[in-house]
């Protein structure tokens, strides 16, 4: 109910932007600029934007309940005073004295206030910062700008920064591949953190990587891999264009190739220099059928070329 609340108030005040062509004007003293760029222009920037942001929220709260002592009109929202709050303002929480206003069935939410105090940029900075190497302890340090910023210790830092992980990979696991032009397709089994997940890498016609996606499973077994083929499958993937596909010598994967992409028949097997396991490229198409012919004739059985056939 509150999220839903803060999208309406949110929704509403940028609806007021739209339709407001007035001004808000701030007023910095030349003697207050110049003292405080001597601490720095990073700080300087960031009491700027403070101001800035209150006389925004202050702007919407006269546009909600009317000019301030104007007592002849009639309010159905009422000014009610100040309380303490945070917006976040290049990566890090600052305190900051917003207005309140009140109706008759207790508070409304300020639309600035509330699209100001979200979390997703600075969940967004902290992600690109780790990723790129920053720690989580190094991150305060580095993005502090007030002695009053907060939440970005390191335990705050990394709850955002798996927050935001979850996101990504949320988003990637939801992506559209129906328009994807698949030239070839490689599939694998890791293990992550004792958690085994069966993966899928695509290659498009200009030879452009993509993660597809992957599935979670007790081991490399065959409901994991078709439950990524499945996956794959309801985004759209058209298994049926001629493609390559590379597996290792995983009969669960194997037998996914075989029952989503209408394997014809296997051009090419080889076995790896480095061990005995061996492998298989495979070429699918709906409509193609690759020959064989002699001791290069794939194996019927599992469409694969036998043993030793090819080196």
Known sequence: MYQIEERRAIEKFRSHLLNDHGAIQMILPLAEIAQKLRNGVGQFLLQAQLQLLTLIMQDEADWMSGPRYDRGADRKVQRWGCEDGSVVINGQKVPVHRPRVRGQEGDVKIGSYELFRREEDQQKRIWE????????RGYGPTVRE??????????????????????????LLKRDLSKLRLCALLLDGVEVKQQHLVTALGIDEMGRKTILGFHQGASENQAACEGLFSDLAGRGLNFRQLHLNLIDGSKALRGAVRKYCDLLSCQLAFRKTSSTASGCLAITASSTR??????????????????????
């Open 290 to 311: 690759v020959g064989a012919s002699g001791r290069d004739r794939p194996c019927s059985n599992c469409a694969a070329w036998p043993a030793g056939s090819r080196t």
């Open 146 to 171: 007030s002695e009053k910023s907060f939440a970005i210790e390191k335990s705050a830092v990394s709850e955002k920064f798996i927050a935001m992980s979850a996101r990504k990979v949320k988003e």
């Open 129 to 136: 910062a780790i990723t790129r190497g920053l720690t989580t």
